[in-house]
């Protein structure tokens, strides 16, 4: 999850712990059932991506609760639906 210049400004700054932490509690590789009812409740989100030259975008996408469909609690995290 995190770059080697993200990796030294961790230790720089002494927060590595606090990022391993965090992956360790918060990162996985599918939907769980709270992330999916959280997901679908949700008027808005951001979509951030990157280019295949890594310049990145974020685009703001917005609907009635429901335009955005988990379609099992077990779908790889990057799957989603706009309805």
Do not use: W
């Not at 918060?26 to 989100?45: I, N």
């Not at 790889?76 to 639906?81: E, F, N």
Request: proline residues 7%.
């Amino acid at each position: 999850m995190y770059h080697a210049g993200n990796r030294e400004l961790q230790d720089h700054f002494g927060s590595r712990a606090l990022a391993d932490r965090l992956v360790e509690k918060l990162r996985h590789e599918c939907f769980t059932d709270a992330d999916k009812a959280f997901v679908e409740s949700a008027p808005f989100f951001f979509m951030a991506t990157a280019d295949e030259r890594g310049r990145p975008d974020c685009s703001f996408k917005g609907g009635m609760p429901g335009f955005v469909k988990v379609p099992a609690p077990d779908t790889p995290s990057q799957t989603i639906h706009l309805h």
